[in-house]
């Protein structure tokens, strides 16, 4: 069975500061794909990141990265230099090869106050 | 290239009483995937649709319905609403199967 568990429920931090997400997820397929979005006050979420499990290469893009890890079934998000705009609901999320469906964490409140 | 449409934004149900949603995908998406958001239970995965087919199915009782039209847009329909019904739902689209899901605005269902 498929399980995404963000055992942060809300973090607070201050404009400028580096802030980690944390994800940690279960599935017995050797195949599968995890995401990332965001859910802004304005409610829609959007698409951040892919990745499938073969891929533990680390990405960043400007002020976000991420970090694979198979051995410990992590893929954390940070924040670097954090700004109000990233006040969002941030959310992981599990698809397997043919499960046709995505297993979404409970998500992770960030407050980013100026 | 428009995004995700789901009509109506926002609806207002007594108990008893049925409701169909509708969704219509990104262009050229014939994946879609419905989702019920509350508080207290996050997003809840609801069905998956491709090519007309329903592939997949979350846990929720059989009053929750949908359906996919040969154009790939996408409805569901909710019979004998509950007050626990009350929530945000929530379209996706994607282009394929483990693809990134683009979500629509969603429609705000209020039982009362």
């Known amino acids: 069975a498929q399980k995404v568990t963000q055992a942060q429920t809300e973090i607070s931090v201050v404009e400028k500061e580096d802030v980690t997400l944390d994800c940690v997820y279960e599935t017995r397929d050797t195949t599968y794909y995890l995401f990332w979005y965001k859910q802004p006050p304005s409610g829609e979420l959007v698409f951040l990141i892919r990745r499938n499990s073969f891929d533990e290469q680390n990405e960043i893009s400007g002020r976000y990265s991420w970090n694979f890890q198979k051995s410990t079934s992590s893929f954390n998000f940070t924040i670097t230099a954090s700004q109000v705009v990233d006040s969002a609901v941030y959310f992981c999320a599990l698809s397997e090869r043919e499960g046709f469906k995505t297993i979404f964490g409970a998500g992770t409140r960030l407050f980013v106050k100026a | 290239k428009a995004g995700v449409t789901q009509t109506p934004r926002y609806l207002i149900k007594t108990r008893g009483q049925q409701v169909t949603l509708s969704c219509s995908p990104i262009?050229?998406?014939?994946?879609v995937s419905w989702y019920q958001q509350t508080p207290g239970q996050g997003l809840q995965f609801l069905f998956e649709y491709f090519s007309e087919t329903q592939r997949n199915k979350g846990n929720f009782p059989g009053r929750f319905s949908g359906r996919q039209f040969s154009n790939s847009r996408s409805e569901m329909n909710v019979s004998t609403l509950e007050l626990g019904d009350s929530a945000l739902y929530l379209c996706?689209?994607?282009?394929?199967?483990?693809?990134?899901?683009?979500f629509g605005p969603g429609t705000r269902l209020t039982v009362t």
């Open positions: 262009s050229g998406h014939r994946s």
């Open positions: 996706a689209s994607s282009f394929g199967e483990n693809s990134e899901q683009y």
